[in-house]
Structure formats: C-alpha cells, structure tokens
C-alpha cells in the first residue's frame, strides 16, 4: 500500500508521553494472542521499536485481585518503556486496576477504547465507550487520579459512520490529563474491513493542544509509516498486523526515513532462527501450560514465511505441531540452509 510515496524527506524524531521519551516513534499495537512478553523482546531486540505494550488485560480481573490476573503481569525490566493496556467500564474498578498495575512496574497506562470484539462490547468496553463518551471520559478521569505515570487511550475512529466520536473524546480525554491518544482510522463496525481513513488522524491532531497523536491503521512498510506521518502530522506511528512475524518491520522503517535506504529482508535462516527464539521464549515465560502455548505458537511462528516462494510444507507442519520439542524439530534444520 502507497509504496510509491517517497520517505526520504521524512526524518523521525522523539516523542514524549508525560516525560517517557520514546525514540524513535513507532510503537507495537497492543494485539490479543500475539503481543505478549516473548513477542514484546523480540521486538525490542530486531531494533527500532520505541514502545511495546501488552495485550488488553481485564481491569476487573486485575481488580479481583485473582491468581489468573497476576499471571497475565509478564512484562519485565528489559522492556522499558512499556504500556500495560487495560479494558474496562466501571471507573472505580478500572482506577483500582490501574493503581495495581502501575505498582507492578508499568510505564504507561493504556486504555482500550478500540476492541470490537463482541464479548467485550457487550460488556460496555472497548469501542463501546465510543457511543458514550460521558461515560468514556469518566473512566479515563479516574484512571488518570488514580495513579502517578502516564495513562493514554486507544481509540478508533467511531462506533461506525454515524457515531464519529474520536475527536469529541480526544477533547475530553486530554482535558482531565490523558498524555497521549492512539487513533485507528477505522470503526469499530468496520473491524479491519476496508481502508483505514486516516484524515480521521489528521483531525484529532488538530484538535488537541498539547498531547502527542500516534497514528494507527494500514501501515505496512516504512513508506506507508512516512505517508501517514505527512498526512496527519502525527507525533507516532503503531504497527501491528504488519509487525506479526517481522518485527524487522520497525528497524526497516527507521533506517529508510532516517538514512533513506532500504535494508536488505532478511534471509529465511535469519527469520527461522527469530521464530526458534519466539518460541522458546515464549514456552519460558507464558503462564499457560505447553499445549496451550503452543498451540497459541501455531498462528504466530507461521507468519515467520519460512517456506520457499511457492510451498507450505513447514507451515503445514508447524500448525500441527503439539510441543515445542515439535517446533524445533521442524525449524532447526532451517538454520543450516
């Protein structure tokens, strides 16, 4: 997408949420089943990423003070700065919730008001709150008074054509303290259908008055990151799908804005040997049981493209396989190609 557009004019520079500089500015977008502690390291470790976050965590899980919550904290000290992204309706228990994660070490606070997956919004979370911004607002006060670090919000453009709202709610959320929005140019009746508009970007930059903007939405390789920069004048750019299985995506971005050259991809012993390490990392860390994690691997390891042009046969094995002793069976033999 806009592979034509030309990123050598455009240079990234630093951006700063509530005093956490994030250099450069491209950040990885909170994604369920996918950026959790391992995939976060490994995007850290290819270079480039400025800003990790988690998955979206339940504030009232967190509030509950349950086993299962505190399993779900796996974030650690070489991922800083990180976002710990948290869902919720209830002021006090979001506000409760934040105050938890907070002392647990996170940098930010981030709050999902973009999920469109059905069982959260029938809960009221998520984009539901975009149809309601009364209620958006007093969740994002609370959570702001409730602790000492940042707290920005995730929001997409509206709950659908008729019901625009991120503008009107950025207005809000920066004037009871929010220190940065993340704006994904789609609604949430959308889901990731059609094309992102990003002029909805550009508009919640022009509104506000002193928070940083990071853009979101369709950007797939360093010129669409430069294109949305330019178009928006957005203070960020979030990658997601386009990071799963190359978290390269944001050391290439980096290097072609700020050097205005393209580095070479890299090779698939390069990239097989990255998918061993998701996932042996991922079997060290993951609060789930092997099986589960592993079958949570499959999605992920298969968007590492370790099949010559043309084949299948290692991604057929791969989503059938049941151990991690299986994965690397299937993936070491590739680090000798």
Same mark, same amino acid.
């Given at each position: 997408?806009?592979?034509?557009?030309?990123?050598?004019?455009?240079?990234?520079?630093?951006?700063?949420?509530?005093?956490?500089?994030? %250099?450069?500015?491209?950040?990885?977008?909170?994604?369920?089943?996918?950026?959790?502690?391992?995939?976060?390291?490994?995007?850290?470790?290819?270079?480039?990423?400025?800003?990790?976050?988690?998955?979206?965590?339940?504030?009232?899980?967190?509030?509950?003070?349950?086993?299962?919550?505190?399993?779900?904290?796996?974030?650690?000290?070489?991922?800083?700065?990180?976002?710990?992204?948290?869902?919720?309706?209830?002021?006090?228990?979001?506000?409760?919730?934040?105050?938890?994660?907070? %002392?647990?070490?996170?940098?930010?606070?981030?709050?999902?008001?973009?999920?469109?997956?059905?069982?959260?919004?029938?809960?009221?979370?998520?984009?539901?709150?975009?149809?309601?911004?009364?209620?958006?607002?007093?969740?994002?006060?609370?959570?702001?008074?409730?602790?000492?670090?940042?707290?920005?919000?995730?929001?997409?453009?509206?709950? %659908?054509?008729?019901?625009?709202?991120?503008?009107?709610?950025?207005?809000?959320?920066?004037?009871?303290?929010?220190?940065?929005?993340?704006?994904?140019?789609?609604?949430?009746?959308?889901?990731?259908?059609?094309?992102?508009?990003?002029?909805?970007?550009?508009?919640?930059?022009?509104?506000?008055?002193?928070?940083?903007?990071?853009?979101?939405?369709?950007?797939?390789?360093?010129?669409?990151?430069?294109?949305?920069?330019?178009?928006?004048?957005?203070?960020?750019?979030?990658?997601?799908?386009?990071?799963?299985?190359?978290?390269?995506?944001?050391?290439?971005?980096?290097?072609?804005?700020?050097?205005?050259?393209?580095?070479?991809?890299?090779?698939?012993?390069?990239?097989?040997?990255?998918?061993?390490?998701?996932?042996?990392?991922?079997?060290?860390?993951?609060?789930?049981?092997?099986?589960?994690?592993?079958?949570?691997?499959?999605?992920?390891?298969?968007?590492?493209?370790?099949?010559?042009?043309?084949?299948?046969?290692?991604?057929?094995?791969?989503?059938?396989?049941?151990?991690?002793?299986?994965?690397?069976?299937?993936?070491?033999?590739?680090?000798?190609?």
């Amino acid at each position: 997408m806009l592979a034509d557009f030309n990123p050598s004019t455009t240079t990234l520079k630093p951006m700063s949420i509530g005093g956490i500089v994030v %250099d450069p500015p491209l950040t990885l977008a909170p994604m369920a089943g996918h950026t959790n502690h391992a995939f976060r390291v490994i995007c850290r470790e290819m270079g480039d990423c400025g800003l990790v976050c988690t998955e979206l965590i339940s504030g009232h899980i967190v509030q509950e003070r349950s086993a299962r919550s505190f399993k779900m904290f796996d974030w650690s000290d070489v991922e800083h700065p990180f976002a710990v992204q948290l869902f919720g309706s209830d002021p006090a228990m979001m506000a409760e919730a934040a105050r938890m994660v907070a %002392d647990a070490g996170a940098d930010i606070i981030d709050i999902n008001m973009g999920c469109w997956v059905p069982k959260l919004v029938k809960k009221g979370a998520g984009a539901a709150l975009l149809r309601d911004v009364c209620t958006a607002t007093l969740v994002v006060g609370a959570v702001v008074r409730a602790v000492n670090i940042p707290v920005t919000v995730k929001v997409r453009s509206g709950w %659908d054509a008729q019901q625009i709202t991120a503008v009107e709610f950025a207005h809000a959320a920066e004037d009871v303290g929010v220190q940065a929005v993340s704006v994904h140019g789609r609604t949430a009746a959308q889901g990731f259908s059609g094309t992102a508009d990003w002029n909805i970007i550009r508009q919640v930059k022009e509104a506000v008055k002193h928070i940083p903007v990071i853009g979101n939405g369709d950007v797939f390789c360093a010129a669409d990151a430069a294109k949305m920069l330019a178009m928006t004048g957005c203070d960020a750019v979030m990658i997601g799908r386009a990071a799963l299985g190359n978290p390269w995506i944001f050391r290439q971005t980096a290097h072609e804005l700020n050097m205005g050259e393209t580095l070479p991809a890299p090779t698939l012993t390069e990239r097989a040997a990255v998918a061993l390490r998701h996932a042996r990392l991922t079997i060290e860390s993951t609060y789930l049981n092997e099986r589960q994690a592993v079958y949570e691997l499959r999605g992920q390891i298969s968007k590492y493209h370790l099949d010559a042009p043309g084949t299948v046969a290692v991604r057929n094995r791969l989503v059938q396989a049941e151990t991690l002793a299986d994965i690397e069976f299937i993936l070491t033999p590739l680090l000798e190609e």
